[in-house]
């Protein structure tokens, strides 16, 4: 089970930047992907973005796209979320989370194939 830490939220005014961390432990995967995922209140938690540990490779929702960007420390076993521009509508709390195996690009967001989360870090963007 691979265990799961994120830190690095907080409160911004909307243009503003926060860098959020994903911490792993236990048994982390060699190959696989660590995604982050946000949820609002009332709404459904949604894929914010992946990257592919072994690779490097990454894949953003829409809604981010050209404003955040994930990437990876291997020897810290750490995984970043680094927010630009950040919106209003980008308050929500922050999840990380680790898959195994190979997903596709339509599987990527999908919650069932991460079996571990954090405990999640609050971002709060003001207008």
């Known amino acids: 089970q691979v265990q799961l830490v994120e830190s690095g939220g907080g409160s911004v005014q909307a243009g503003g930047s926060l860098r959020l961390s994903c911490a792993a432990s236990?048994?982390?995967?060699?190959?696989?992907?660590i995604g982050w995922f946000r949820q609002a209140p009332g709404k459904e938690r949604e894929g914010v973005a992946l990257i592919r540990i072994k690779t490097g490779g990454t894949g953003y929702a829409d809604s981010v796209t050209g404003r955040f960007t994930i990437s990876q420390d291997n020897a810290k076993n750490t995984v970043y979320l680094q927010m630009n521009s950040l919106k209003p509508e980008d308050t929500a709390m922050y999840y990380c989370?680790?898959?195994?195996?190979?997903?596709?690009?339509?599987?990527?967001?999908?919650?069932?194939?991460?079996?571990?989360w954090g405990q999640g870090t609050q971002v709060t963007v003001s207008s």
């Open positions: 989370a680790s898959a195994g195996g190979q997903l596709t690009f339509y599987s990527r967001f999908n919650r069932s194939y991460y079996n571990s």
């Open positions: 236990g048994n982390t995967y060699s190959d696989g992907y």
